[in-house]
């Protein structure tokens, strides 16, 4: 089953609406490519996570997307394993960037 999460335009001025919440997963995107999956952690948010890997912060690979996604959630570590397990399930590897984003 693919991963289905609304989209949006990975750019700064539709980032800076992204969820200012503590605790939830994001999706990027290149194209209909999933190259990352991550979440926040207890100590920043969705919208600083998605702004670092905008502006190259956490590694180049992911500073390529053109889309994201993102879902509030207080069990972020969990979901995050779901929708890695999803995707491994699907295409036999992990998201290409997985490895060279922090």
Not at 28 to 45: A, C, F, K, P
Not at 70 to 98: G, K, M, N, V, Y
Request: glycine share 6%.
């Amino acid at each position: 089953m693919p991963i289905e999460m609304k989209r949006y335009p990975f750019a700064r001025p539709i980032i800076e609406y992204a969820p200012y919440a503590e605790g939830g997963v994001y999706v990027l995107w290149q194209d209909d490519e999933v190259i990352y999956i991550g979440r926040t952690g207890r100590s920043t948010n969705i919208r600083a996570c998605l702004l670092e890997h905008l502006d190259g912060t956490r590694g180049g690979c992911t500073s390529t997307a053109t889309h994201y996604s993102w879902e509030i959630t207080i069990w972020d570590s969990a979901r995050e394993t779901e929708l890695l397990a999803l995707f491994t399930r699907e295409h036999r590897r992990d998201p290409r960037c997985q490895q060279t984003a922090a």
